[in-house]
């Protein structure tokens, strides 16, 4: 069991309990970091494996980089 403290009353939810009762309650959470490279996908291919080109500081997705490439004679 999770415990929650809440220090802020924002929205109300009154359960009114019969017989088993489940409640869920969601909200929006605070958004992450954001990711501030630029995603190339132009020449993706089957098993394109992501990296970062850092001459053109965008992350890539194309067939220099493949599972075949890094199996098959890889440098790594």
């Given amino acids: 069991m999770t415990s929650v403290n809440i220090t802020t009353t ?4 009154t359960v009114n ?10 909200t929006q959470g605070p958004q992450g970091p954001g990711f501030d490279l ?7 291919v ?5 990296y970062y080109d850092s001459s053109s500081g965008k992350v890539k997705l194309d067939s220099t980089t493949t599972k075949l490439t890094l199996v098959d004679g890889g440098n790594f």
């Fill in 38 to 44: 630029t995603l190339d996908h132009s020449g993706k």
């Fill in 46 to 50: 089957n098993n394109s494996i992501m």
């Fill in 10 to 13: 924002k929205n109300t939810v």
């Fill in 17 to 26: 309990e019969g017989n088993t009762t489940v409640v869920t309650v969601a």
